[in-house]
């Protein structure tokens, strides 16, 4: 199996930490885009296995989690800045063209921003969790269910208080979240979780989310689109997800998992799959 290689490079004057897989072959480049709270770690065996079969794979440690790209502010984390680094990072690699995109959670949300600005792009899109941003905004609006489960968005808004609350009796809720993960990978998440610096920068993500007009229109997606949802998801609700399928007038596939939120870390054999057969399905 390919090697999954952890570096880093240099983007408008800041250092990301990234993971790589068959940067020497010659296939398309897929690109992989982690959410809250975790790192690109998340993508590394479906990086292999993708790899293995001639695509270019790059996963970055987006804006916020790599300890030499968190800029003062939460403004410097609305979604269109954190699309406009994914096209930075295709440039970066050589690519001027269109490549895959693979998202998870936050990394969704930012996938479905790229696809909204840049469809032209994306030969495919894969969301993992989360659906298309205009059914989860119009979810957390109406349906009863994703309020309750989307209401540590709303705490997110506030300053100082999620960053205390996340740190609070030695990161208890982040390892809660964690808990069934490998110890090696709850250790790398804590070499960057620990740091006040980062906790400020990954909340800004949620902060910029509804406090940061980016004039993005999210419009009917034409391109290939799979969504994978586990129907367990402890922070996504079925109305949105429902919804979502609205949005999707070209190739949409929709799988929906006996499954919960951490779907690469419990479900990765399956979801791996499910990924590879989309990417290859569209080439």
Not at 229 to 240: C, E, M, S, T
Request: charged share 20%.
């Amino acid at each position: 199996m390919s090697k999954v290689v952890k570096t880093t490079v240099e983007m408008n004057g800041m250092t990301y930490t990234v993971r790589e897989a068959g940067m020497e072959n010659e296939g398309e480049l897929v690109i992989f885009l982690h959410g809250f709270p975790e790192c690109s770690l998340i993508w590394e065996k479906t990086m292999a296995k993708l790899s293995d079969l001639g695509y270019r794979c790059f996963a970055p440690d987006q804006r916020g989690y790599s300890e030499g790209a968190r800029p003062d502010g939460y403004q410097n984390y609305a979604v269109n800045i954190l699309a406009e680094d994914v096209i930075g990072f295709a440039e970066l690699l050589g690519e001027h063209g269109k490549f895959h995109l693979v998202g998870h959670d936050f990394g969704a949300v930012v996938g479905w921003t790229v696809v909204a600005m840049h469809q032209e792009r994306i030969i495919s899109w894969t969301a993992l969790s989360v659906p298309y941003w205009p059914a989860y905004y119009w979810a957390i609006q109406n349906d009863p269910e994703q309020q309750k489960k989307g209401a540590y968005v709303k705490h997110f808004q506030e300053p100082k208080v999620p960053e205390q609350m996340l740190a609070a009796n030695d990161y208890a809720i982040l390892k809660r979240l964690w808990e069934g993960f490998d110890e090696k990978v709850i250790q790398e998440y804590m070499q960057i979780f620990d740091k006040a610096d980062a906790l400020t920068a990954v909340v800004n993500w949620y902060r910029a989310l509804f406090m940061v007009d980016t004039g993005v229109q999210y419009q009917n997606v034409t391109i290939p689109v799979m969504f994978i949802w586990g129907n367990q998801d402890l922070a996504i609700g079925r109305a949105g997800v429902e919804k979502s399928h609205t949005y999707m007038k070209g190739d949409y596939q929709f799988c929906e998992l006996d499954a919960g939120h951490w779907l690469t870390e419990f479900n990765e054999s399956e979801v791996s799959k499910l990924i590879i057969t989309e990417i290859i399905g569209h080439r």
